[in-house]
């Protein structure tokens, strides 16, 4: 069984930085692209950014290019959204996911982790 545990998230200011993390288990990791996604109250959730099974491929929602970074570690097994200069907006429960291939669209990734909160205070 695949699961996925996301953890880092908290609360900062704006401008401030953060470091989420994502570990992988249960799935040949390096295999497979990873995503963030975000979802804020009250609405849907939205891509943020994917990272390819090699790591030499990545995409960034607009809204975030520039200032978050995706990478990943196959040794282990974790996948990382550093998170720079970061906006009141930028407040979501943030997951991750994995799935066959690389997309901005939710439904086409099979396992999700159970999100960590980002609050971002102006």
């Known amino acids: 069984q695949v699961q996925l545990v996301e953890s880092g998230g908290g609360l900062v200011q704006a401008g401030g930085s953060l470091r989420l993390s994502c570990a992988a288990s249960g799935r040949t990791f390096s295999r497979y692209p990873m995503g963030w996604f975000r979802q804020a109250p009250g609405k849907e959730r939205e891509f943020v950014a994917v990272i390819s099974w090699s790591g030499t491929s990545t995409s960034y929602a607009d809204s975030v290019k520039g200032r978050f970074t995706i990478s990943r570690d196959n040794v282990k097994n974790t996948v990382y959204l550093q998170m720079n200069s970061l906006k009141p907006e930028d407040t979501a429960v943030y997951y991750c996911?994995?799935?066959?291939?690389?997309?901005?669209?939710?439904?086409?990734?099979?396992?999700w982790g159970q999100g960590t909160q980002v609050t971002v205070s102006s």
């Open positions: 996911a994995t799935g066959a291939r690389m997309s901005i669209t939710p439904g086409v990734y099979d396992y």
